[in-house]
C-alpha cells in the first residue's frame, strides 16, 4: 500500500460545482497533514493545513479522519482559476513529507 | 521577499558531464530538500538536510550529491548525468516545528534534460 493515496483524476466540473477530494495515508502516527496545489510545470504551492477539527478558508474546507486515516478537500463555488492539480501531503516522522501524486481537476465554463 | 531560488532553471547537457544547481532560501529555514518529478511518478525526495553539515537520503539519492555547507544554500550535485536523470527538480525549505518538518515552501523548479 503506498503511503499517500489520492484518485488521479480528472474531475471534470462546471463553474460554480462543488467538488470533494479525499486522500489516504497508512502512517497511523502522522501528525501533520497539508494540501498543495501545483499549476502545469509550476512549483507547488500550500493550499492549507489540515487540522483536527477541520478548518475553511473561503471556499475550500479542509477535514481529518484519524480513525479512517485520510482526509478531504472539498472546494465550493468553482471557479475557472481552480483548475490545478492538488497534492495531498502527510508527514513521516520528524523529517519527511509525503507528497501525493496528486489530483487533477479541470472547470469548465 | 521570501523566497527559494534554484539555479539554472533549464538545462540540457550531455550523460557524464558534471553539472551543480544551486539552492538558497532566505527565511532562515532549518531544512532543506530536493525532489524530482516525474510524470505518473509525483514528487519523489532525493536528499533532505534538517540542518548545517546534516544530509540524509530521501527515496531516490542514487546519481546524487549534496553539501549544506551554510544554513541558506543546498546544492544538488550530478557528478556523471545519466539520460534516467531527466526531470523536473524541486528545491524545497522548511521551517521545523518542535523539531520536525513543517509546511515546505518550493523554488520554481529547474527542467534538466540530459542526452
Known amino acids: 500500500r503506498k503511503e499517500v493515496e489520492q484518485d488521479p483524476g480528472p474531475f471534470n466540473v462546471p463553474e460554480g460545482a462543488t467538488v470533494a477530494f479525499n486522500c489516504t495515508y497508512s502512517?497511523?502516527?502522522?501528525?501533520?497533514f497539508f494540501w498543495y496545489r501545483q499549476d502545469c510545470r509550476k512549483e507547488p504551492k500550500l493550499l492549507m493545513s489540515?487540522?483536527?477539527s477541520g478548518n475553511e478558508d473561503g471556499r475550500f474546507t479542509a477535514q481529518l479522519n484519524r480513525a479512517s486515516q485520510y482526509i478531504s478537500l472539498l472546494i465550493r463555488d468553482s471557479k475557472l482559476s481552480d483548475s490545478a492539480t492538488y497534492l495531498c501531503?502527510?508527514?513521516?516522522?520528524?523529517?519527511?513529507?509525503?507528497f501525493g501524486t496528486g489530483t487533477r481537476l479541470q472547470v469548465f465554463p | 521577499e521570501a523566497q527559494v531560488t534554484q539555479n539554472p532553471r533549464y538545462l540540457i547537457t550531455v550523460t557524464g558531464k558534471k553539472l551543480t544547481v544551486t539552492c538558497s532560501q532566505n527565511?532562515?529555514?532549518?531544512?532543506m530538500s530536493w525532489y524530482r518529478q516525474d510524470p505518473g511518478l509525483g514528487l519523489r525526495q532525493i536528499y533532505y538536510s534538517m540542518n548545517v553539515e546534516v544530509t540524509d537520503k530521501g527515496d531516490v539519492p542514487e546519481g546524487y550529491k549534496v553539501s549544506r555547507k551554510e544554513k541558506r544554500n543546498f546544492p544538488l550535485i550530478l557528478e556523471s548525468p545519466s539520460p534516467n536523470q531527466t526531470s523536473l527538480y524541486f528545491c524545497?525549505?522548511?521551517?521545523?516545528?518542535?523539531?520536525?518538518?513543517?509546511?515546505?515552501?518550493f523554488g520554481p523548479g529547474t527542467r534538466l534534460t540530459v542526452t
Open positions: 502512517n497511523s502516527a502522522s501528525q501533520s
Open positions: 489540515v487540522y483536527s
Open positions: 501531503v502527510v508527514n513521516i516522522g520528524t523529517d519527511k513529507l509525503i
Open positions: 527565511m532562515n529555514h532549518e531544512y
Open positions: 524545497a525549505s522548511s521551517p521545523t516545528v518542535r523539531g520536525a518538518v513543517d509546511e515546505q515552501y
